[in-house]
């Protein structure tokens, strides 16, 4: 590896250990056993390789998201083998959804990396499509992800939080899905 992966990887490592806020670009460099001079070289700034991170991350462990999905594209079923998925991820210890609540909450104060990780959330619900659909995310309409991918991205972050703020009473997949079924139930009823 170069010093560009190297640092990534050690931002990643960080980011895990220490957050992003009690990250410091000295303390990447000793865990990426580069230099001060190749994070500016490389990422431009210690927030930008942050968020490189950051978003790396979250592609690598969305992985886990497609996990034991048998059920067909569209259905009810697939929308709880999904969550069940995701929320599995919610519970291990040192979470990386804990993380990201820390990214949200700073958002304002991170202009640079708020754009930058606005523009990978875009791609994160063109993935939601395909994931809960079977749409191929490279056949995905953006009217259908500026809909239905927005729409389960906010689920996303409603989960996410709750399971941040209080993983005791947080949703579980059978709960989403039940809410789920009584709106459409509710909107179908003539």
């Known amino acids: 590896m170069g010093h560009r992966e190297d640092l990534l990887e050690g931002a990643k490592r960080c980011l895990l250990a220490k957050g992003f806020v ?5 303390d990447i460099v000793k865990e990426s056993g580069t230099n001060l001079a190749s994070i ?4 431009g700034s210690k927030d930008a390789l942050l968020a ?19 059920a067909a594209p569209g259905s009810l079923e697939r929308f709880a083998e999904v969550w069940s998925n995701i929320i599995a991820t919610m519970r291990e210890p040192g ?15 991170l202009p640079e990396v708020r754009d930058h990780l606005a523009r990978a ?9 395909a994931l809960f659909t079977g749409m191929p995310e490279d056949e995905a309409p953006d009217e259908v992800v500026d809909t239905l991918g927005v729409f389960y991205a906010t689920l996303m972050m409603g989960v996410m939080a709750q ?7 947080a949703p579980e997949a059978g709960q989403l899905t039940e809410g789920l079924r009584r709106v459409i139930e509710a909107a179908t009823r003539t």
């Open 22 to 26: 009690r990250t410091t670009a000295r």
């Open 40 to 43: 500016g070289y490389h990422y």
């Open 52 to 70: 490189q991170a950051y978003v790396e991350l979250v592609e690598e462990l969305s992985v886990a998201f497609d996990g034991e999905v048998r």
């Open 95 to 109: 979470s990386l959804w804990r993380l990201s609540m820390e990214v949200v909450s700073m958002g304002d104060q």
């Open 121 to 129: 959330q875009r791609e994160g619900a063109r993935g939601f499509v």
């Open 163 to 169: 399971w941040t703020f209080d993983p005791k009473t």
